[in-house]
């Protein structure tokens, strides 16, 4: 593998991981969130929670520009939903 492939995939790799750790940080705070009756730590974790949402579809911007074919399959699958959705 070349070097600028190499880099390419461990970034690709990196991204991945990234966003499970959002994914697993929104599922996080949103526990949080109905854990509490506490109307202002319920705005904070929302705030946050919803702040870290944007986060995934950041990292999959940068996911799908180092990977076309992570692209082409996500929006596939997103059109099966929809489709079978109707
Ligand atoms: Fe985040």
């Known amino acids: ?3 600028i492939q190499k880099e390419r995939f461990k ?10 750790g959002e994914l697993m940080a929104i599922t996080q705070y ?3 969130y109905y854990a509490t009756d506490d109307p202002v730590a ?5 705030d946050i929670m919803n702040e870290e949402k944007l986060h995934v579809g950041q990292l999959f ?3 799908f520009r180092l990977d076309e074919v992570a692209q082409t399959q ?3 699958g997103f059109d099966e939903f929809l489709n079978d959705d109707e």
Request: charged fraction near 35%.
């Open 74 to 76: 996500f929006e596939k």
């Open 11 to 20: 970034t690709a790799q990196d991204c991945r991981e990234d966003i499970i």
């Open 42 to 46: 319920k705005a904070t974790i929302l």
């Open 1 to 3: 593998m070349q070097e």
């Open 30 to 32: 949103e526990n949080h």
């Open 61 to 63: 911007g940068l996911l």
